[in-house]
């Protein structure tokens, strides 16, 4: 468990680091009420061209500085819910139990959303900011603690953890799945596993089925917690929630906002995730640690 903490947290900032310019993209779409912004390329080029070539990189010292335990805690949460769900034989991979596999990915949402909330709502506010109001994260969680204290800081907690948890159901679910299909496939396995390559291929597949039952979610937490507080009553529930807003004007296609970054970002992001955690795994094994 040792092992698959570590490896876990060297996936995540290897996530973070190839995956933010695109996420920074995402973020600035879901957000834009105004129709700002045409499309990726236009919303990144008028970026770069208003505050600079790092402006993609705005809030990247939130997730990173999260997203490595994050990951550490998701790949450590995924392992005890193998504990929980899985059969001694889920993972054959001529008979693999998709169902057990998937809950124990999602049993990892757990451990990752005390972290994964507040970091996210510190990253949306710096990466939608024009003015310049916040010069780094701890100002924002001085201004968000001001206003509201514990309660503003926490502000999308339970859609954060809705949508984590039904994208991790497919992440690891079609990681596993990836992984015995290419164990046999020359340049992707050896010696009847899939090797490094094999791993990218599988992660990038994975990343790309992570989003498709979380992009909804995602949408109505990047509104909530981006807007002034006492906008919303709530992401999903109430007389003026984020989801009823997004109904009336936008409709069931408005649910679905900023898709473009979230599969362009999710093949290379997601590669490099599971790469980087295969790399450290063998990298702690080789190192003598069981």
């Not at 092992?3 to 995540?12: E, I, Q, Y």
């Not at 105004?34 to 010292?61: F, H, N, Q, T, W």
Request: with cysteine; net charge positive.
């Amino acid at each position: 468990m040792v092992k698959t903490f570590l490896a876990g947290g060297g996936g995540g900032a290897s996530l973070v680091v190839v995956g933010h310019p695109l996420d920074t993209i995402k973020v600035r779409l879901q957000a834009d009420t105004a129709g700002k912004y045409k499309g990726v390329v236009d919303c990144a080029m008028k970026a770069i061209r208003s505050e600079g070539p790092l402006a993609l990189y705005k809030g990247m010292v939130p997730p990173l500085s999260a997203t490595t335990p994050m990951y550490a805690l998701c790949f450590f949460g995924y392992n005890q819910g193998k504990r929980i769900f899985c059969d001694a034989d889920a993972y054959d991979p001529n008979n693999l139990k998709l169902v057990q596999i998937g809950l124990a990915g999602a049993t990892s949402a757990i451990f990752t959303t005390p972290i994964q909330a507040p970091q996210e709502l510190l990253k949306c506010t710096l990466q939608t900011q024009t003015e310049g109001q916040f010069k780094n994260a701890a100002d924002v969680a001085k201004h968000l603690y001001g206003t509201g204290g514990m309660r503003a800081l926490t502000r999308g907690f339970g859609i954060t953890l809705v949508r984590d948890a039904s994208a991790s159901v497919m992440y690891f679910s079609w990681y596993e799945f990836m992984k015995a299909r290419l164990s046999n496939v020359p340049g992707l396995s050896t010696d009847g596993r899939t090797n490094f390559a094999g791993s990218f291929v599988a992660g990038g597949v994975a990343g790309v089925w992570n989003w498709v039952p979380a992009i909804p979610f995602d949408r109505l937490k990047t509104k909530y917690q981006t807007a002034a507080p006492g906008v919303y009553s709530g992401a999903v529930f109430g007389s003026s929630s984020a989801l009823k807003e997004v109904m009336a004007h936008e409709g069931i296609r408005g649910l679905f906002k900023g898709t473009a970054p979230i599969f362009i970002r999710a093949v290379p992001a997601n590669a490099a995730c599971f790469g980087g955690y295969e790399i450290c795994f063998s990298a702690l094994t080789s190192m003598g640690l069981e």
